[in-house]
C-alpha cells in the first residue's frame, strides 16, 4: 500500500515544474506503462491497482525494484493522475541524457521549428516511430516532448526516437553536406519532384507562422503538398509531417 506521504510527494509530478527540476516525466494508462516497460527508460517509481500488477508482473520485476512499487486504488490514482480518468497504473521515469545525433543511422532526420501544439508534437512523433525515423531535432520553444498529452500522443515513439533540443540553425550549419528539405507554400509539388537522396533533413515549422524566416534560408529544395480541393487554407503540422515523411520513406526504403 502506498502511504498518505508518499501521494502527497507523487502528486507534485502534476506540475511541469517539478519534473523539469528533478529531471523526470510521467507515464499513465496500461499501454503506455507496457511500453515503458519493455524501454531502456529508467523507471523511478510505479504505482498501480493489484490485477494491473498480477498481469504486468514478469515485466516490472525485471525493470523495479520492489521498494519502488506501490499499491494502490482509483482514489489514489485521482490524487496523482494528469488524465481525466485514472487507468490502473502511474510511472515516474528518468529523462534520459541526450544521445548524440547519429544521422548516418537514419535516412532522414526531421528538424521541428517551433511545434507548439502537444497534440501535434506527439502525434510527429508517432509518425517518425512508424516510418522508423529516429531523430527529431527541435528548436528550445518546440513543446517539451515530456508534456505528459505529448507523451500519450506519442503512443510509445517516445520510447524509441532520439529528440534533441538545441538551436537549429547551427545544426544545420554543422550538416549543411546534407541536402536540407522544407515544407512551405511556394515549394516544389513533393509528389512529382524526385526524393533519391539516401540521407535527408526535412523542416517543418509552426502551425501558424511556418518556418522561421532565417532557417528558410538554409534550406536547399522547397517542398509543398499540393492544394488539390482549392478551399482550405492550410494542413495541420502533424498531418503535413504524415503525408511528406511518407512520401519520403516510400522512396528511400
Known sequence: ?????????????KTAKFCDEDNVFVVEGSKMCVEALKSDFEITTICATEDWYIENRTLIRKKVSPENIYEVNDNDLERITTMKTPN?????????????????QSKLTLVLDKIQDPGNMGTIIR???WYGIRNIVCTPDTASCYNPKVVQASMGGIFRTNITYTDIETFIDQNNNM???????????????PLDDKEAILIIGNESKGISQIIQQKITH????????GTCESLNASVATGIICHEFMKRLI
Open 222 to 229: 522547397k517542398i509543398m503538398i499540393p492544394n488539390i480541393g
Open 127 to 129: 509518425i517518425c516511430d
Open 1 to 13: 500500500m502506498i502511504s498518505k506521504n508518499k501521494l502527497k510527494e507523487l502528486s507534485k509530478y
Open 88 to 104: 490502473k497504473v502511474w510511472m515516474l521515469l528518468n529523462r534520459p541524457t541526450t544521445s548524440p545525433i547519429a544521422n548516418a
Open 179 to 193: 541536402p536540407i528539405y522544407g515544407a512551405v507554400l511556394d515549394g516544389e509539388n513533393i509528389c512529382t519532384m
